[in-house]
């Protein structure tokens, strides 16, 4: 699956990355504790949370993620953003909850990390 | 701690970390993996590379009094050497331990503080090795072959 489906299924925005619609995603993780993400996490990860911080992106630059997805309609601050576009991350904003959003994605054949 | 034999390394480069301040957390491990990738470490070593190093950094954010992180470069190795100035640590072996944190609610809020950082340090690297002593500091030192 590429992030531009991943943008259908959830009904997606893009706020940043939106030239990397074709990246590749294999696997997601939903989760607010960064320490769990990076413990388990492996590549071409779809990384879904509520949380909006600048850690957020610098655990999915370690980590090679493919995007973040910010649940519940989050909107991240600028620099969050800006940090995103300068790693090449993107990042998409869903209105669905957490459990909600991985649900969408497992159903739709996308299993976890 | 093993002293290093740092002339026999190609390239040296150390970075300050901040205690306490969480917007500039991740820069000199950011740094540190693009200056690798630049050098033609391969993307799984990378990868490992990166989440250590972060995490290192990450613990001298939350945790210390401030420290460094030194990257040392040689053509079948990397080195990253994490020193900070306290406040130590009492039971390493605790501290160890996969889900034992000291972090405080302020720091999970931000998403960490789970107790995974130093076994996560462990996996991630081919050698690692810690010292610390309470009132002192902690000296951490990771090698990784590439």
């Known amino acids: ?113 | 701690m093993e002293e290093l034999r740092v002339n026999e390394y190609n390239l040296k480069d150390i970075y300050t970390i901040e205690a306490g301040n969480f917007v500039t957390a991740g820069e000199a491990s950011s740094n540190i993996k693009t200056l690798l990738k630049r050098l033609g470490v391969n993307s799984s070593k990378l990868r490992n590379i990166a989440i250590a190093s972060y995490e290192a950094e990450i613990n001298l954010v939350i945790h210390s009094k401030g420290g460094q992180m030194e990257l040392l470069v040689s053509p079948n190795e990397v080195i990253i050497k994490i020193d900070d100035i306290g406040p130590g640590i009492e039971n390493i072996e605790l501290a160890m331990k996969e889900g034992y944190s000291t972090a405080p609610d302020s720091i999970r809020v931000m998403g960490f503080g789970a107790g995974m950082g130093l076994s996560n340090m462990r996996n991630n690297a081919d050698d690692f090795k810690i010292e610390s002593k309470l009132g002192e500091g902690t000296h951490i030192c990771m090698k990784f072959n590439i």
């Open chain 1, 1 to 113: 699956m590429k992030v531009c489906d991943i943008v259908h299924l959830l009904d997606a925005t893009f706020l940043a990355g939106e030239d990397l619609g074709e990246n590749e995603v294999q696997s997601a993780c939903g989760a607010d504790l960064m320490s769990d993400v990076l413990a388990f996490v492996k590549n071409k990860t779809i990384m879904l949370t509520g949380l909006t911080n600048l850690q957020v992106v610098r655990t999915a630059e370690m980590l090679d993620v493919a995007c973040i997805v910010f649940v519940r309609g989050k909107k991240p601050s600028d620099d969050i953003i800006e940090l995103a576009n300068k790693h090449g991350i993107p990042i998409l904003s869903t209105a669905h909850t957490l459990y909600t959003a991985c649900g969408i994605l497992y159903a739709n054949g996308i299993s976890g990390s």
